[in-house]
């Protein structure tokens, strides 16, 4: 499992940054990444399923007295699958006017709904 995180970054010179993580039921951080200056993402791999976790982003300034953390925000990670997804069935396209019409009908495992379909277009 991960989590893939994005920022901006802030208005004055900064040396490096530090990724931390916590998890919702602490309340200590932990350095996770240590990054070079420019850099707004990062992917934390290899997380735990059905977890949620709290992040923030420290920068470490050319000026220590410009130092600071993020907001922190918090992320979940997804149910681990016992299986992989089934494939769907009566897979069909049409070609409409600038759409592809798509329609599949969903395998039994989702009784819930028995058919799905969805329009893409092309923007304008």
């Known amino acids: 499992m991960s989590i893939a995180l994005s920022w901006q970054g802030p208005s004055w010179a900064v040396r490096t940054l530090t990724v931390e993580r916590r998890l919702a039921a602490s309340r200590d951080y932990t350095v996770v990444a240590t990054l ?3 850099l707004a ?3 934390d791999d290899g997380l735990a399923p059905s977890t949620f976790y709290h992040y923030r ?3 470490q300034p050319a000026d220590p007295d410009q130092a600071g ?3 922190v925000v918090a992320a979940r990670t997804f ?3 016992s299986s992989p997804p089934v494939a769907p069935a009566s897979l069909a396209a049409t070609a409409l006017e600038a759409e592809i019409g798509l329609r599949w009908d ?3 495992t989702e009784s819930w709904r028995t058919s799905w379909s969805a329009t893409m277009a092309q923007d304008s």
Do not use: R
């Open 79 to 81: 149910e681990a699958a």
């Open 36 to 38: 070079p200056a420019g």
């Open 106 to 108: 969903a395998p039994a």
């Open 57 to 59: 982003v420290q920068a």
């Open 69 to 71: 953390a993020s907001s």
């Open 41 to 43: 993402q990062w992917t």
